[in-house]
């Protein structure tokens, strides 16, 4: 008996499409750059395999210390994080503060990298907001204290805003896992035999936790390991970490820096793989330790400790990312505001005025690129389980594994050979290539939001449609998906916001005719005018909340009078 | 329990059907429905039940496997993709898509090749005959457990199933609700001489139904 | 297969469009190139790094969009080496035509790079129907870029000189040489910086200070030689040795460039600031950014002067477009307006006497709302050094003070 046949041709050939979309250029890319990595290169005017630019990465001043600060910085950043949202769910899970933190956190993870370091920067500088609340209280601080602090030598500043953007992330991440475990249960059982709700949940929920959020705990480490946008905004200087020294040696005038750029990148290839490396290790490690731990059976011990990290953590983590906000906003409207005042003497729109056309232009270009990437990457990723529906087969686990492909591989590590690849197929520098080099990382952030509440929808509303007579294609446009609507708008923000934080590819890709607020914020945060970078700050996170408010509304707009649809 | 497969004309017809999962067969069925008779097939959960539902109606979940026939009439339908077989579905819950309203979720179940003013008074007529006129433009979140229960069956009626496919459709009722409910959905069946297959596990639906009932699941385990 | 993928990506990157069509505008005839360039857009990449030249460049981009029909799109550029390297990945792909860049703000070691490799368009200057007002004679920075001549193969636009500013209220008596500013530096630890060196400001700054202590400054005019480099360059490097212990941050961070430097005069985290812009401190005042009381002056024994220049690479898509927002730069009006202290106070580079009384005119915007006089005594601009120094005090400094 071969029931459903009918699948269309374009359900038939979507995953090779969702393939050839993630995988080839990051294939290509990643060739474009190991070949010139090792000097072969036929039309940048290398023509045999020579170890030569190897030679001449390993000698460029402060390579080395460029190596181990991105290794600090990417496994820093990511046990700072990972520990915070442990925090956050071991003392706050099932209380009142949890729902607080959750529903604050959910629309601060739409702030992009790129603001949330604009912003921590305009705070922890000398001249910054905190050293301003100081200077009130300590006359010596008139003029600023001669610290280093943002483009800190040891890279803590940028720790400090990786922090800020990835706990959110991954707290949201293990929000979303946590119903997979069914945690209530367990924690529940432990408490019975005498342990606190701290200690029950990292002994009981954490280790099954952490194996459902691993590949995001990853894809955390491999961006932090090779962060550029970021980077250059708050990251140390002189020497960069080496995803920014690669990005420099790219945009030098000279063909030879090109070749030494390759050999970096296949060195940030390297040390990614090193780092996850080092991660996995560190994991077992844990697992030794931890389970060493478990089996003590000690049900109190450590508790008081624990709940004050996580207040402590949870404290600072809103307060830097409030006050990061703030500053942002303040700036965008600030008049004269001198050192140490904590305010602006007055508050003006003439930044906005007299720089509009240097924003407008880059807002509509995020925008298209944004919507127009976010509803491609639906369309493919509604077709792809929609393919699992009527195939009745389940392709989930091996999509979600390739859809890390790009989320784990560096930028770095492949845009560079990406860009010559277009550049020699001319199809730079228009916006319809920035639109699908967006794809490529939207397309996993909207399925892996998407797949969760798909998989969840009772499959019995669509049997009963097609046993009423609906055709497939009925039943998925007729019931499906309007009953999911609030989840399809969801997954469009979220992939919008990834659009809109995209630095890299827009950049390479667009090769600088296809100017977004990110690009143009990035260019003009390290010293260009405060007020402006402000401006271009709150509109790179306005474009992504505004998304987010209208999968929020919309939903309830629409179904006002439906008080049966799920609208969150 | 063997049954002789007999040709009805308008009867539904499941002949040697076996349905598997993992290698390991749940049961084999073969049995004939007249139109406007009643089956009732009964055992412990686990057993398959649901899954002779799904796959009478092509809604069988990949884990399972199915070999055998099944014929609507004079058609052989185990070929067919789901939404051409014709065979109604009604579950314990009422599934009202709850983005429409009632006279959307009615709309929804009728041909569409039907005209527009023809559908309006398909829909307010079927209403009526149910106790709900007036209901059309009501969101189905408000309306009470039997008001529900009663559009979905309408819902599926107007569909003009072949046959009516139970799945428990009465167990979340109250138990005053529950009779009144049945004796409707039997009274409809009836009157529209539809054979239908319902798989429960209440004693007092096959009672109600009368006609045949077939245990699966018990004798081989 | 590894003999195979390299034969299939040398292959993809040899692609190039096979016809080339011949698009080398007739340049004996203006006429003909204005009625070209009526249509075209030109992507005009131009470093960003300044609001009021943003501001400029988007004025102008809508005067030759009403007057010529030319559409002009501002490529933002943080550094002009991106540019310079977008042309040169294009040259090494193989595109030869309907290149990205077409006209390029560029000056100094970018264009000795560009022009050495034969990757700029021209000669294509003396065309300009405007270049015939340039001040040939009386500004020789408008006729040899770092140096180098420029052969027509770029069109000046603008004179810019390393001026520096300071807070009258903060600091009475700023220091007038850089021997001076070191000792300031001394008694005033962390007040005194200078951008990354990475950055044409920063690296101006390293020249201004050899000049001052190099014996025979001629020998800056000619390429350094690696024998005489590290012996000439030893008083630079002992002047920051002695200056990094006492500037702002320890000298283990610099400003990233001339907004930022601003910026941290403006916070009060340090003392003096300067800028390539004579006009910097009065238009940030003017904006609000900077206290009334700063003051703009030039070192006592003078300061290096460059011209900012327009070239256009030899794969453009638009030659034509790019001349003609060339000569319009070149305009009197345009000139006049970027002269214009609230609007940039560039200095210009024609010759007033060369203009006709109307457009002299133009030039005459009473001084009174600025604060800060624009320095014009020609007595004071020295010349820039060899592109090449440029370039290998970059190097050197990387070299010492980077990988520490």
């Known amino acids: ?568 | 329990m063997n049954v002789s497969p007999r040709t009805e004309e308008s009867g539904l017809l499941i002949r040697d059907l076996r349905i598997a999962i993992g290698g390991k067969t749940l049961f084999n069925l073969s049995l004939s429905i007249r139109p406007g008779e009643i089956i009732t097939i009964m055992g412990p959960s686990g057993t398959g039940k649901s899954a002779l539902l799904a796959c009478v109606s092509g809604l069988l979940p990949p884990v399972f496997s199915a070999e055998g026939e099944v014929w609507l009439g004079s058609r052989r339908i185990d070929e067919l993709p789901a939404h051409l077989r014709k065979t109604g579905l009604l579950f314990q819950d009422d599934l009202l898509f709850p983005h429409l309203s009632v006279a959307g979720n009615l709309k929804f179940s009728i041909d569409e090749r039907m005209g527009r003013a023809e559908r309006n008074v398909t829909v307010e007529s079927a209403l009526a005959t149910a106790g709900l006129s007036g209901f059309g433009g009501r969101d189905p979140a408000t309306l009470s457990g039997g008001q529900r229960a009663r559009v979905s069956l309408l819902r599926v009626l107007l569909s003009e199933p072949r046959a009516l496919l139970l799945d428990e459709p009465f167990s979340k009722l109250d138990p005053e609700l529950r009779d009144q409910f049945r004796q409707y959905v039997f009274n409809e069946a009836r009157l529209r001489m539809l054979p239908v297959l319902m798989v429960t596990h209440d004693p007092a639906d096959h009672r109600a139904a009368g006609g045949q009932l077939i245990k699966i699941g018990t004798a081989n385990e | 297969m590894h003999r195979l993928v390299p034969c299939i990506i040398a292959f993809i990157l040899q692609l190039s469009p096979a016809v080339s069509q011949e698009t080398s505008p007739r340049l004996g005839d203006w006429a003909d190139v204005l009625a070209r360039a009526r249509g075209q857009t030109v992507y005009w990449n131009a470093w960003a790094g300044e609001q009021a030249i943003n501001r400029y460049i988007a004025w102008a981009a809508q005067e030759v969009s009403k007057r010529y029909g030319i559409k002009v799109e501002h490529v933002k550029l943080s550094d002009t080496s991106e540019a310079v390297a977008k042309i040169i990945t294009e040259k090494a792909a193989g595109r030869d035509k309907g290149g990205s860049v077409d006209l390029i703000w560029i000056n100094g070691p970018n264009f000795a790079s560009l022009k050495d490799k034969g990757l700029l368009f021209g000669p294509w200057v003396d065309k300009l129907p405007n270049y015939r007002f340039a001040d040939v004679i009386g500004k020789p920075v408008i006729t040899r870029d770092f140096t180098l001549p420029t052969e027509g193969f770029e069109s000046p636009w603008d004179i810019a000189q390393l001026v520096f500013y300071y807070d009258r209220s903060r600091t009475p008596a700023p220091p007038r040489t850089t021997e001076a500013l070191l000792q300031y530096a001394k008694t005033h630890p962390g007040r005194i910086t200078y951008p990354d060196v990475q950055n044409f400001l920063g690296a101006t700054f390293l020249k201004q200070v050899l000049i001052e202590l190099v014996e025979d400054r001629s020998v800056l005019q000619e390429p350094p030689l690696d024998a005489d480099f590290a012996r000439l360059t030893a008083p630079l490097w002992a002047f920051l040795d002695e200056l990094h212990p006492v500037a702002w941050r320890s000298g283990k961070a610099f400003p990233a460039n001339s907004a930022e430097l601003r910026q941290l005069l403006a916070d009060r985290e340090i003392d003096i600031a300067f800028s390539f812009n004579p006009s910097e401190a009065s238009l940030a005042i003017a904006r609000g950014e900077l206290p009334a009381s700063v003051s703009s002056y030039v070192l006592d024994g003078g300061t290096i002067a460059n011209a900012n220049f327009l070239a256009i690479p030899y794969n453009a898509s638009s030659k034509e477009g790019a001349m003609v927002v060339a000569d319009f730069l070149l305009s009197p009006q345009a000139q006049a307006r970027k002269q214009d202290p609230s609007v940039w106070g560039g200095l210009t580079v024609l010759s007033l006497s060369k203009l006709s009384s109307d457009d002299r005119r133009l030039f005459e915007t009473p001084n009174t709302a600025t604060v800060v006089r624009p320095v014009t005594e020609a007595e004071s601009a020295l010349p820039e050094p060899h592109a090449r120094w440029m370039t290998r005090i970059i190097q050197a400094w990387l070299q010492r003070y980077a990988s520490k």
């Open chain 1, 1 to 568: 008996m071969n029931p459903s046949k009918g699948e269309g041709l374009w359900l038939r050939l979507v995953p090779a499409v969702v393939f050839i979309i993630l995988v080839v250029p990051t294939a290509c890319g990643l060739l474009g750059v190991f070949l010139p990595a090792f000097g072969y290169f036929p039309a940048l005017g290398g023509s045999e395999f020579t170890l030569q630019h190897w030679r001449l990465l390993l000698e460029a001043p402060g390579l080395f210390r460029s190596v181990i600060l991105t290794i600090w910085i990417g496994l820093a950043s990511t046990v700072l994080s990972l520990a915070t949202v442990v925090l956050l769910f071991a003392q706050f899970h099932d209380t009142r503060v949890f729902w607080l933190v959750r529903r604050t956190l959910s629309p601060l993870l739409s702030i992009p990298h790129v603001a949330i370091a604009i912003g921590l920067a305009l705070v922890i500088a000398p001249s910054g907001l905190l050293f301003r609340f100081v200077a009130q209280f300590l006359p010596d601080l008139d003029v600023p204290p001669d610290l280093l602090i943002v483009h800190d030598r040891m890279g803590l500043s940028l720790i400090g805003a990786l922090v800020l953007k990835e706990a959110p992330f991954l707290f949201l991440m293990s929000l979303a896992a946590l119903p997979q475990i069914n945690p209530t249960q367990s924690l529940a059982t432990a408490r019975t035999i005498g342990y606190t709700p701290t200690i029950a949940w990292i002994k009981v929920v954490l280790p099954r936790l952490y194996r459902q959020i691993r590949l995001p705990v990853l894809a955390v480490l491999a961006y932090s390991l090779s962060v550029v946008d970021a980077a250059l905004i708050v990251g140390p200087t002189t020497p960069p970490p080496l995803g920014v020294a690669v990005f420099k040696w790219m945009s030098e005038p000279e063909l030879r820096d090109r070749f030494i750029a390759a050999a970096g990148a296949v060195l940030v290839l390297c040390i990614t793989l090193f780092g996850t490396t080092l991660w996995i290790g560190l994991e077992r490690l844990l697992i030794l330790l931890g389970r060493r731990w478990l089996e003590l059976g000690s049900r109190k011990q450590g508790a008081k400790a624990i709940s004050i990290a996580a207040y402590a953590v949870g404290i600072l983590l809103l307060t830097f990312i409030l006050l990061s906000a703030g500053a942002i906003l303040l700036w965008a409207f600030a008049g004269n505001w001198p050192y140490p005042n904590v305010a602006p003497d007055f508050l003006t729109a003439a930044t906005w005025n007299t720089n509009s056309r240097q924003f407008l232009w880059p807002l509509f270009n995020a925008l298209i690129i944004g919507g127009a990437a976010s509803l491609l990457a639906l369309a493919f990723t509604v077709s792809l389980l929609e393919r699992d529906v009527h195939r009745r087969t389940n392709t989930q686990d091996w999509m979600r594994n390739l859809l890390y492909v790009p989320l784990i591989v560096p930028q770095i590590a492949f845009l560079p050979g990406m860009q010559i690849l277009l550049i020699a197929l001319h199809l730079d520098s228009n916006i319809y290539s920035v639109i699908a080099a967006h794809l490529v990382f939207v397309l996993p952030y909207v399925y892996l939001s998407l797949s969760d509440p798909w998989a969840h929808f009772d499959d019995r509303y669509r049997q009963t449609a097609m046993a009423m007579g609906a055709t497939p294609r009925r039943a998925l446009f007729r019931v499906r998906l309007p009953m999911l609507l609030a989840a399809l708008l969801t997954a469009a923000a979220v992939g919008f916001a990834v659009s809109v934080g995209q630095y890299l590819p827009t950049l390479l890709v667009g090769a600088g005719r296809v100017p977004t607020v990110t690009t143009e914020a990035v260019a003009l945060a390290s010293g260009g005018d405060r007020r402006l970078v402000a401006v271009l700050a709150m509109l790179q996170s306005l474009l992504p909340l505004g998304a987010f408010l209208v999968a929020v509304f919309v939903p309830l707009i629409v179904f006002r009078n439906r008080r049966g649809v799920r609208t969150t």
